[in-house]
């Protein structure tokens, strides 16, 4: 590939891919891409690994909670645990703020939801229409304010957990 080749080398992509991933970081990389329960085959080749490797090494990450399995399917399927992953990343938050900044945090989190909440009149953003004006530009505006509470969201409830988190020395439930 010269320097102005639009496009990557496709061998370089896939050594690029395979350098300083071991198979297990592979299949762990595509768990964490899909959204839907998916084929271990069919993971197995995205991670190009053997079918064999990828579900050994997706039953050691759904022991680890980290994936979720359906061995009664044949073949059997997985799909990534957004759960283990809201809590690792609460579990960060705690380790990283003291409790009052968590606390201004979901403060502030509120205020903003507050502010989406009078915006579009309702405390639900998935009942919103954003296609209910002829502007382009609105409807655009409209999308991204609909993203971004829906994040508003998302984050009250991540540091909700890392207070609660912090608040038990690391448990939810106070021991």
């Not at 350098?19 to 964490?32: C, E, M, P, S």
């Not at 839907?36 to 085959?41: H, L, M, Q």
């Not at 969201?153 to 991540?158: S, T």
């Amino acid at each position: 590939m010269t320097e102005f080749d639009p496009a990557p080398n496709v061998d370089d992509t896939e050594r690029r891919w395979q350098t300083g991933t071991d198979t297990f970081g592979r299949v762990y990389d595509v768990l964490l891409g899909i959204t839907s329960p998916t084929k271990y085959t069919d993971i197995a080749e995205l991670a190009d690994c053997s079918p064999n490797a990828a579900k050994k090494h997706l039953e050691r990450l759904a022991e680890m909670g980290i994936a979720r399995a359906n061995t009664e399917s044949r073949p059997a399927t997985y799909e990534r645990n957004d759960g283990y992953l809201e809590w690792q990343e609460a579990s960060r938050i705690a380790a990283d703020l003291t409790i009052e900044a968590i606390i201004a945090r979901v403060e502030a989190l509120e205020t903003k939801r507050a502010e989406y909440e009078a915006q579009f009149e309702t405390t639900d953003p998935t009942t919103v229409n954003v296609f209910d004006h002829d502007s382009h530009d609105t409807i655009h505006e409209r999308m991204t304010a609909i993203s971004e509470w829906q994040g508003v969201i998302r984050n009250i409830r991540l540091y909700e957990l890392a207070r609660q988190l912090s608040q038990n020395d690391g448990h939810l439930i106070r021991a």
